[in-house]
């Protein structure tokens, strides 16, 4: 079923394959996902594509640096007809929430935020609520700007699963969204979810039922401590980084129809799942050395389990 | 009757195979071992090129010390004899003549690389030709370096990429040409051990001789043509070169080596299909000592695709990767490879067992087998007619 959606949402989103299959993922591994990318690179248009072909509850923030942690949790107002104070829930109060431009917001929302994706449940003026599941924050932000912008903590951006890269399409593709622009915007109004809420609820059980051999765990666990050990990282991969990986291939192996994870789905979420968290050391940095670029030579060192 | 003399040969060839190895090894040791630059002695323990210094003759000799000394390209090139032994080497093991190198425009140099990430780079930093620090040029061989160990570029792929690098240092004046110069030649060291190990030992040592014949018929000409043949005595007297009898065996060796391997592929498929039997039989396969059968039936397959694709399987290429890396280059085979290496990940990470798994990978694995034995067999057929 959720090859379903991979299929359709590529058939609507020019080259934006490997970028659906990710946060697929993500949502399958019970995580959010942060899409980077410069404007106008369809990041919004394939959250939503995702969120309409999922029957599930969608909302949307636009955030802005004065928008107040209530403005997105909910809070109390007082009922006159009733004369008591009710709860009127905000928009995290959802299945998807998309979250755009997550860096225009102040830290204060930002964490209000973060906090109810770690612990899934929030807490309105001493009232907790948990939140429905499934519940994923796909948030976008754009790496470009500097002013007005407050960038995310490196512990706030841990708090992602995958930060998937959204970049410039090729050539081919790019004269084939000029093509079909008008088609595509009409494509995506008129989408039919293709799975309800168990359904999804169902896939999430599948992706952690997915086998996983322990020579796969070791070379995770190599993986993850190669890129503590490379000279130009400053704090490499956490536990909590390797157990994403983890999550994030057995989901991945689960879209690709498979119940057992093999090497080369750890590979293809190692980076999404890594290169957020790991920092490097300032003069790599200032020379231009990128974390994708680390967590591809460390792919490209430890060796695959055999035989 | 065919598996009774096959056994027959390879009962006489091992222990004489043996005692040339132990015999070139100790006897070149001593002769070159101090010459050489460091890391590429390997060459005089693989192959029995220092048996055939010791029975070739002083000009052949100082051309293949001149060759294991080399550090740059151009001191091969300088000495014309070294300079035609790599590029036939080179030849021989990758179809490409590594001295159009020099000559061919960064076009043509860009289109012989296969792989488009690393085509597209050195398009880039061609065209905009910015100063190239000494540790971007690290970071550039050793991505190149990497992409040649995983085969995912060829060697005349890699030759080309390190020749555009080298161009774009000498015109953006950085100090580190000599440092991609040194990589080069190091690969071709590394293709010349290779083609050694992957029993191209005949067509070396016919080509050798080839050169050898050659060279001494230039001089002789030469010597002719300027007049200075000189004649002692009323007479012109023939010598042979007195031999000991070690070098007569050796020499002896040589031809035998030279003879077995020139009907190697005979012997390959007829080999492949005694192997498939003895495996039938619950013998071991390619050395993978106790592990179980289908993973032993993976990997000794992934020899054999390496053997006939010459793509090498780097340690961090998976199954996956490496299949797709080999698909263009093995014709019908693919299809059992392909077949095997789905029973392999079945069995080695969906926890797949049984006997059905066993014997439907043991099938695929002797049909690659068979299927390699015919287009050996072809090939040879082909060579002959």
């Known amino acids: 079923m959720i090859s379903v959606v991979v299929e359709k949402a590529s058939s609507i989103l020019v080259e934006r394959d490997s970028e659906v299959r990710l946060i697929l993922a993500s949502l399958l591994a019970r995580g959010h996902a942060l899409l980077e990318g410069v404007p106008g690179v369809a990041k919004t248009y394939t959250a939503k594509t995702i969120a309409s072909l999922l029957n599930l509850t969608f909302k949307r923030i636009q955030m802005t640096p004065d928008l107040l942690p209530s403005d997105i949790t909910g809070g109390f107002v007082f009922d006159q007809k009733t004369g008591e104070f009710k709860l009127r829930k905000g928009p995290i109060f959802a299945n998807i929430l998309l979250v755009d431009e997550i860096n225009r917001a102040s830290p204060r929302t930002q964490s209000a935020l973060l906090e109810a994706m770690q612990e899934r449940q929030v807490t309105v003026e001493g009232v907790t609520m948990l939140l429905e599941e499934p519940f994923m924050v796909i948030a976008t932000q754009n790496p470009i700007e500097f002013e007005g912008v407050f960038p995310l903590p490196e512990a706030q951006l841990d708090r992602f699963i995958a930060r998937i890269p959204v970049g410039y399409p090729s050539t081919k593709g790019f004269i084939e969204i000029l093509r079909r622009s008008d088609e595509i915007e009409e494509a995506i109004l008129n989408l039919k979810p293709v799975m309800s809420r168990e359904d999804v609820l169902e896939a999430i059980r599948g992706a952690s039922s997915v086998r996983v051999d322990d020579s796969i765990y070791e070379y995770i666990g190599r993986i993850v401590e190669e890129s503590r050990r490379h000279p130009s990282v400053k704090l490499g991969g956490s536990p909590r980084a390797g157990i994403a990986i983890v999550r994030l291939a057995k989901a991945w192996a689960y879209i690709s129809n498979r119940s057992y994870v093999i090497p080369d789905d750890v590979k293809a979420v190692a980076i999404p799942a890594l290169a957020h968290r790991i920092i490097l050391n300032p003069e790599y940095e200032v020379e231009g050395v990128k974390p994708e670029a680390v967590i591809k030579e460390v792919l490209g060192k430890v060796p695959v389990p055999r035989p | ?385």
């Open chain 2, 1 to 385: 009757m065919l598996r009774l003399i096959a056994l027959t040969m390879l009962v006489f060839i091992l222990p004489v195979s043996a005692l040339a190895s132990q015999s070139s090894q100790a006897d070149s040791v001593e002769v070159l071992e101090s010459r050489h630059t460091p890391g590429f002695p390997g060459i005089l323990n693989v192959s029995s090129i220092g048996d055939l210094l010791k029975v070739a003759s002083p000009d052949m000799r100082r051309a293949l010390e001149r060759l294991l000394e080399c550090g740059t390209l151009e001191c091969v090139e300088q000495d014309e004899l070294s300079a035609r032994i790599v590029q036939s080497l080179f030849y021989n093991s990758t179809g490409f003549n590594v001295s159009s190198l020099n000559t061919m425009s960064n076009k043509e140099l860009l289109s012989l690389i296969n792989d488009t990430s690393i085509r597209g780079l050195l398009e880039a930093l061609n065209t905009t030709g910015g100063y190239l620090s000494p540790s971007d040029v690290d970071k550039l061989v050793a991505t190149l370096e990497d992409a040649y160990r995983r085969g995912s570029l060829s060697p005349q792929a890699y030759m080309a990429a390190l020749e555009i690098l080298k161009r774009i240092i000498e015109r953006t004046g950085g100090p580190e040409s000599s440092y991609v110069e040194r990589k080069q030649v190091e690969a071709l060291r590394d293709i010349i051990v290779e083609a050694s190990r992957r029993g191209l030992l005949s067509g070396l040592i016919e080509r050798l001789s080839a050169l050898y014949r050659e060279s001494q018929a230039l001089s002789l000409n030469s010597n002719v043509e300027r007049g200075n043949l000189e004649i002692k005595g009323p007479s012109v007297r023939f010598e042979l070169p007195s031999v000991s009898s070690d070098i007569v065996l050796l020499f002896l060796l040589a031809i035998l080596a030279s003879l077995i391997l020139f009907n190697s592929q005979r012997l390959g498929a007829l080999l492949g299909s005694m192997l498939g039997s003895i495996t039938r039989e619950g013998g071991s396969v390619g050395g993978l000592g106790g592990a179980p059968l289908v993973p032993r039936l993976y990997w000794s397959s992934v020899k054999i695709v390496e053997g006939v694709s010459g793509v090498v399987m780097g340690v961090s290429t998976t199954h996956r990767e490496y299949l797709a890396d080999v698909q263009s280059r093995l014709g019908n085979l693919i299809v059992p490879f392909e077949n095997l290496t789905l029973s392999y990940e079945l069995y080695r990470y969906a926890g797949l067992r049984g006997r059905e798994v066993e014997e439907q990978a043991l099938r695929f694995y002797n049909e690659l087998v068979e299927l390699r034995g015919r287009r050996v067999h072809d090939i040879g057929r082909g060579r002959e007619s």
